[in-house]
């Protein structure tokens, strides 16, 4: 019974640092600040390893802070850079459509503060392709000079994705 307890015990104690917490994520150096990221200890990537990621973002966020969807994509960025792949090697596009379109939009177009515009354009620094369902902006009476910048209007989500996928794009279910 006491080589049971004591074997449980180090376990226990080998396992904390990957039981860090909150404490255990910090800022990337891709888009600083946004997509903090928890290090794995052992998981270097090969430099030559390449990335071609889609995100869809249907979900608006709450209408005073940024939306978590977006965010995810900073943290793909951060992360993956992070652990060894050149930043040249990660190509994102986020699709959004639905709810979410309002997110994309201008201070004045919103009607209000929009709390994503620092990280669309940090995204948008960082290279990533961010597209507005052509569909949703048309039933929104949403045009180009509505969108913060570097932000495009497709056709239709459907299409953005379908055109992604010929590209080489995977599809990211977070």
């Not at 998981?43 to 390893?49: C, H, Q, R, V």
């Not at 939306?67 to 995810?72: A, P």
């Not at 459509?97 to 994309?104: N, Q, T, V, Y």
């Not at 961010?130 to 299409?159: F, H, N, W, Y």
Request: negative net charge; charged residues 20%.
């Amino acid at each position: 019974m006491i080589r049971f307890k004591t074997c449980v015990a180090v376990i226990f104690v080998l396992a904390m640092p990957a039981l860090a917490g909150p404490d255990a994520f910090k800022p990337g150096a891709v888009v600083p600040d946004y997509g903090s990221y928890a290090p794995v200890p052992g998981t270097k990537l090969p430099a030559e390893t390449r990335f071609k990621v889609a995100f869809d973002v249907a979900e608006a966020g709450p209408e005073d802070d940024i939306n978590r969807k977006l965010v995810s994509a900073a943290r793909f960025l951060n992360m993956h850079e992070a652990a060894g792949v050149p930043v040249e090697n990660i190509s994102l596009a986020v699709v959004v459509h639905g709810g979410a379109w309002k997110d994309l939009l201008t201070n004045k177009a919103r009607g209000s503060t929009n709390p994503n515009a620092t990280l669309i354009a940090e995204l948008v620094a960082a290279g990533t392709r961010i597209e507005l369902c052509g569909q949703t902006a048309a039933m929104r009476d949403v045009v180009k000079e509505d969108l913060l910048p570097g932000v495009t209007i497709g056709l239709s989500a459907m299409t953005a994705h379908a055109l992604l996928q010929q590209e080489g794009y995977t599809l990211n279910p977070f």
